[in-house]
C-alpha cells in the first residue's frame, strides 16, 4: 500500500515523461532513454506504448538479494538467483546456494533468528516480520520495495507498522519513518552535494574513485550495449515473449536480463512466478498501473473518483469527488485540472 503518486494518477511525471519521450523522437531517435525516476512501471509502460524510443527502466530494489544472502551468511558469488515481477514488486522466484534449495536455509534463519532482528533505518526491512509474514504467505521472498507493498494488514496505523517493520519507526512510510529519511538522509544528500558545488577544494576524484562502482546499473548497461562487456542485470522491459506468462506483453516487468552489444536478452525465468503472487499480488498492481494510465490518457477525472473509492480509507463516493476536487484546485495543479476537467 505504497504509491509513487504525487496524486491518484502521477499527472506531472508521466505527463514530463511522455513530453520527453516525444522530444527524443525529433532529437535522437536512435538514443535509449534511461528511465530511473519513479513511478518506474507506469513510466515504463507508458513510454514504451505511446513513443517509438527505446526505453528501460533502471531499480536496485535487487539488491535486497544481497541483504538477504549476508543475513544467512552466504556468499553471494555462490548464490544462484532470479527475481521477476513488477518494479517496486519483485520476487525471489529461483534461491539457489551452491546448486542447493537455499530456502531452508531462511526457514531455519525465521526459527533461529527472526526475533532477534532489528532494523537499522526505516527502510531495513529485508528480514522484517512483515517480509517474513509475506513469504509465509506467498511461498517466495519479497525482495527490496516489494516488503512496502504487502496490504493494509502492515499499515493500518502506527503501532501496526511498528509491529511489521519494527522499532522505533515503523518502516519507511510511517510518519517517523518518513521524518527520518527527510531529516537524516535527504539533508545529508543535500549537504554533501552544496558542498561539491561550492568548495573548490574539493578533490571529486577522491571523493567519487574513478575504479570505484556505485552499485547503480547505468553505467554498466551502456558499458555493455555499447562496448560489449557483458554483464548481468535486472531491468524494467516490455514483456514481449512473453518472459513472465500471464501478463500481457505491453506490461513493462522486471527481470534479470544479459546486455551485449546485439541488445537486451532476457533470461527465462525458472522456476516460474507461483501462481497465488501471480493472482494475489501482480494482478492488482497491474489493475493500479492500468486505471493510472487510463486516467491520464483519457483525462476522464470519472476515473481518478472510482480509483479513490476503492481506497479502504474512503468512507462515501462523494467524499471522494470532494477530495479530487480539492487536489485539483490546488495553485500548483493548474495543468493537471485542465488536463482532466476539459475531457469527457
Not at 1 to 12: A, I, P, W
Request: charged share 25%; with cysteine; proline share 7%.
Amino acid at each position: 500500500m505504497v504509491s509513487d503518486y504525487h496524486t491518484l494518477s502521477n499527472y506531472n511525471q508521466l505527463e514530463y515523461f511522455l513530453e520527453l519521450a516525444h522530444s527524443m523522437e525529433e532529437i535522437c531517435p536512435n538514443a535509449w532513454l534511461l528511465q530511473s525516476a519513479n513511478p518506474v512501471f507506469e513510466g515504463t509502460t507508458l513510454i514504451s506504448r505511446y513513443s517509438d524510443i527505446k526505453v528501460v527502466g533502471f531499480c536496485h530494489g535487487h539488491y535486497g538479494v544481497e541483504v538477504l544472502a549476508k543475513s544467512l551468511g552466504l556468499d553471494i558469488r555462490e548464490v544462484d538467483w532470479q527475481v521477476a515481477g513488477f518494479n517496486h514488486n519483485i520476487w525471489l522466484t529461483r534461491f539457489l546456494y551452491k546448486d542447493k534449495d537455499a530456502y531452508p536455509l531462511i526457514d531455519q534463519w525465521i526459527e533461529e533468528e527472526a526475533r532477534e532482528w532489528k532494523p537499522k533505518d526505516p527502510f531495513d526491512d529485508q528480514m522484517s516480520p512483515a517480509a517474513i509474514d509475506m513469504y509465509k504467505f506467498y511461498g517466495r521472498m519479497p525482495i527490496g520495495d516489494s516488503i512496502r507493498n504487502g496490504s493494509w494488514k502492515y499499515h493500518y496505523n502506527l503501532e501496526t507498522k511498528k509491529k511489521w517493520y519494527g522499532e522505533p519507526w515503523g518502516g519507511a512510510d510511517s510518519d517517523l519513518g518518513w521524518a527520518w529519511y527527510q531529516g537524516n538522509y535527504m539533508k545529508a544528500l543535500t549537504d554533501r552535494s552544496f558542498k561539491l558545488a561550492s568548495d573548490k577544494s574539493v578533490n571529486l576524484l577522491q571523493e567519487f574513485p574513478p575504479d570505484v562502482k556505485s552499485g547503480e546499473q547505468h553505467i554498466p548497461f551502456i558499458d555493455a550495449l555499447i562496448n560489449g562487456n557483458q554483464g548481468r542485470f535486472v531491468l524494467n522491459i516490455p514483456n514481449k515473449g512473453p518472459i513472465i506468462p500471464g501478463i500481457p506483453e505491453d506490461v513493462v516487468v522486471e527481470v534479470p536480463v544479459i546486455v551485449d552489444q546485439k541488445g537486451i536478452h532476457p533470461e527465462e525465468i525458472s522456476p516460474p512466478v507461483p501462481k497465488r503472487i501471480m493472482n494475489m499480488y501482480l494482478a492488482p498492481r497491474m489493475l493500479r498501473m492500468e486505471w493510472a494510465l487510463e486516467a491520464f490518457i483519457s483525462g476522464d477525472k470519472r476515473i481518478l473518483q472510482e480509483i479513490l473509492v476503492r481506497d479502504p480509507r474512503t468512507k462515501s463516493f462523494e467524499l471522494a469527488k470532494a477530495v479530487i476536487d480539492e487536489i485539483l484546485a490546488l495553485p500548483f495543479n493548474k495543468e493537471m485540472k485542465k488536463h482532466y476537467e476539459n475531457k469527457k
